[in-house]
């Protein structure tokens, strides 16, 4: 079991940097699991957002955050980040950490889930 909060959201302006946050806890080992983050806005469906392998030395980006958007880990703290520039009105969505057994994009790999963090961007 592992459990996951996420912090950090806020309320941003467009062209303005948000750094999220996702810290682990449970009798798991957090070094055993892929993270993902997933971002869900009113009315959509969960999209995925960005993947970083156990290590850290494999990531994936969607092509909606490519080159903004950064994933990282720190296995000693048990933590994931999210950072996010160059923000935009798109960006706005309540964002969820994930964990799961493997890289991937898809949501339905991941078996925790976090409660997400609001994060919105004014034009």
């Known amino acids: 079991q592992v459990q996951l909060v996420e912090s950090g959201g806020g309320l941003v302006q467009a062209g303005g940097s948000l750094r999220l946050s996702c810290a682990a806890s449970?009798?798991?080992?957090?070094?055993?699991?892929?993270m993902g983050w997933f971002r869900q806005a009113p009315g959509k469906e969960r999209e995925f957002v960005a993947t970083i392998n156990w290590s850290g030395g494999s990531t994936y980006y969607a092509d909606s955050v490519k080159g903004r958007f950064t994933i990282s880990r720190d296995n000693a703290k048990n933590r994931v980040y999210l950072q996010m520039n160059s923000l935009k009105p798109e960006d706005t969505a309540v964002y969820l950490c994930a964990a799961g057994p493997a890289i991937a994009t898809s949501r339905y790999t991941y078996d925790y889930w976090g409660q997400g963090t609001q994060v919105t961007v004014s034009s």
């Open positions: 449970g009798r798991t080992t957090f070094s055993y699991y892929a």
